[in-house]
């Protein structure tokens, strides 16, 4: 029997249920059983994934905060500062606007190398403000993500690959926004499902009928011991 292949899977829009961000359970029990390794690789504040690996019941590889947060299941690596991205925040607030999460801000409250925005907010002066301290704006469908140039996923997890042992030309991505692009790119085999982004579905190997997790659960079913 051939062994399953590394995989790297996103979560919002990827392990997601298609009526709101909840995680599917039914992902939880093919990923648990998955004889390969699994990262999860995504634009969430590092505490989250690290969960979702407990909660599933995986080791905890983890590229998070579209890469500027790399776990290797042994030690954390930083590849950027949030300093930098505090400061577009806070001249954003002083130029009149808010980063639209309300005062807890839950979805930056742990966020250690990025700031996210919401999307019901003017994007075309955090850009601007962006700019003026060489950060870039990443649109993932679910925020504006305040971040250092070089920082991606795809590079995020070639580290993990090579910290780990396992063969990047082998693994299977699975993903849904333009911040797996840098994965798809890094990876043998790349899926976007059906609710992914034009810049992901242009990227991916292949675009899948299904979307959400649905459409991830049908990769995990093709792919297994492939």
């Given at each position: ?76 690596q930083y590849t950027a500062d949030r300093a930098a991205a505090q400061a577009v925040a806070d001249a ?22 990025e700031v996210a925005v919401n999307r019901d907010q003017p994007e075309d002066p955090l850009r601007e ?98």
């Open positions: 029997m051939n062994r399953d292949p590394p995989l790297v899977l996103d979560i919002d829009g990827t392990l997601t249920r298609p009526e709101g961000w909840g995680v599917d359970p039914r992902v939880f029990d093919p990923i648990r059983e998955w004889d390969a390794p699994v990262v999860i690789a995504t634009g969430k504040a590092f505490p989250y994934p690290i969960a979702l690996c407990h909660s599933i019941g995986v080791p905890e590889l983890v590229v998070a905060e579209n890469g500027g947060v790399i776990y290797t299941g042994d030690s954390v954003y607030r002083d130029a009149g606007y808010e980063l639209g999460w309300g005062s807890d801000d839950t979805v930056n409250r742990w966020r250690e190398t403000i962006a700019a003026d301290y060489d950060l870039e704006v990443l649109d993932t469908g679910y925020a504006y993500h305040v971040v250092e140039p070089e920082t991606s996923k795809g590079a995020g997890v070639a580290t993990i690959a090579e910290y780990v042992g396992f063969d990047l030309e082998a693994t299977v991505a699975v993903g849904d926004s333009i911040n797996d692009v840098s994965t798809f790119e890094t990876v043998g085999r790349s899926f976007a499902v059906s609710n992914a982004d034009e810049a992901a579905r242009a990227a991916a190997d292949e675009v899948l009928e299904a979307g959400h997790a649905e459409g991830t659960l049908s990769v995990l079913e093709r792919v297994r011991g492939d």
